[in-house]
């Protein structure tokens, strides 16, 4: 190889490394956009701790037993620090078992660094004096 060929040679294997690289690297989303990706939680983490970033969101579904005349009552947390962005109860299907539960979401989103307890209670509308705690948990914003 003289010394054209060789120069063109290292400009298309330049080139090819160039598109190889940006093929498999620029398709993924950057680390702090990873991080921030939902997280999920359900009854089943109660009494953990959830640390998330600023600005991430997390999602927390609950079995909604709204057969048994229970409802939710209002969620108990650091407002600052957390807030509750949707929030969607579904009931059972129809023609599912009797006393099978329906679901509740919430999602949330960090707003600042922070420490809070999550709280859900629910209780029935004529008992309002008789709370059943059936969440709770400790959030930390980063």
Known sequence: MDGIQLNVFYKVLF???????????CGQKPIS???RQATSITEKDSGKTLRLLTGQQFTLTLPDRIDGGYR???IQFDTTILKV?????????AGEALGK?????W????????????????SRPWKKADSIT???DTV???
């Open 140 to 142: 930390m914003v980063r």
């Open 101 to 105: 539960p329906g679901q509740a979401i």
């Open 107 to 122: 999602w949330f989103i960090g707003l600042k660094k922070g420490k809070t307890i999550v709280k859900i209670t629910i």
């Open 134 to 136: 059936v969440f709770s």
């Open 33 to 35: 956009e990873q991080k």
């Open 15 to 25: 080139v090819f490394f160039t598109v190889a690289f940006m093929l498999i690297f």
């Open 72 to 74: 939710f009552n209002k």
């Open 85 to 93: 962005d949707k929030h969607v109860e579904h009931l059972p299907a």
